[in-house]
């Protein structure tokens, strides 16, 4: 199973409502800070898989609101890659304040991988290597601030 990789934020003030309270479509925006440091902690930035002309695209998401995070919150994303494979990969979310560990989100995402022109493809056999070794042994475990 994949090791989970840790990333922290404060909440912004341009990120809540009114009452201070952030506002949903932010915590979509934290997964995928989450997502683009798991990989990068595997060795590989999106940079990196664009310019072997790969680029991911969520085809699907799903997130479960538990609590809600306020202004100037610190809050922890913790990801993990659950599956690879030749088109696609998943990965899930935990989005807890970071203080209290209180649960905010629960969320998973799976990408398909597509070309310069949108279209669907298989993943270049050394993009996909990557993500299963780093979901099989944990080299993505390291937190980052």
Same mark, same amino acid.
């Given at each position: 199973?994949?090791?989970?990789?840790t990333?922290?934020? &404060?909440?912004?003030?341009?990120?809540?409502?009114?009452?201070?309270?952030?506002?949903?479509?932010?915590? *979509? !925006?934290?997964?995928?800070?989450?997502?683009?440091?798991?990989?990068?902690?595997?060795?590989?930035?999106? &940079?990196?898989?664009?310019?072997? %002309?790969?680029? *991911? !695209?969520?085809?699907?998401?799903?997130?479960?609101?538990?609590?809600?995070?306020?202004?100037?919150?610190?809050? &922890?994303?913790?990801?993990?890659?659950?599956e $690879?494979?030749?088109?696609? $990969?998943?990965?899930?979310?935990?989005?807890? &304040? !970071?203080?209290? %560990?209180?649960?905010?989100?629960?969320?998973?995402?799976? *990408?398909?991988?597509?070309? +310069?022109? %949108?279209?669907?493809?298989?993943?270049?056999?050394?993009? +996909?290597?990557?993500?299963e +070794?780093?979901?099989?042994? %944990?080299? !993505?475990?390291?937190?980052?601030?």
């Amino acid at each position: 199973m994949s090791r989970v990789h840790t990333s922290e934020l &404060r909440v912004r003030y341009a990120e809540t409502d009114q009452m201070g309270v952030v506002y949903h479509a932010n915590y *979509l !925006a934290w997964c995928e800070v989450g997502r683009t440091d798991w990989i990068r902690a595997a060795g590989m930035s999106y &940079r990196d898989m664009e310019a072997q %002309g790969v680029g *991911l !695209a969520v085809s699907d998401l799903q997130m479960r609101f538990h609590a809600a995070a306020t202004y100037d919150d610190v809050v &922890r994303v913790e990801t993990r890659c659950t599956e $690879v494979r030749s088109r696609t $990969v998943t990965f899930e979310y935990l989005v807890t &304040r !970071a203080d209290t %560990g209180a649960r905010l989100v629960s969320a998973t995402t799976r *990408l398909i991988a597509i070309d +310069r022109q %949108g279209r669907t493809m298989a993943m270049p056999a050394a993009v +996909r290597e990557l993500l299963e +070794r780093a979901a099989a042994d %944990g080299s !993505a475990s390291e937190a980052s601030a």
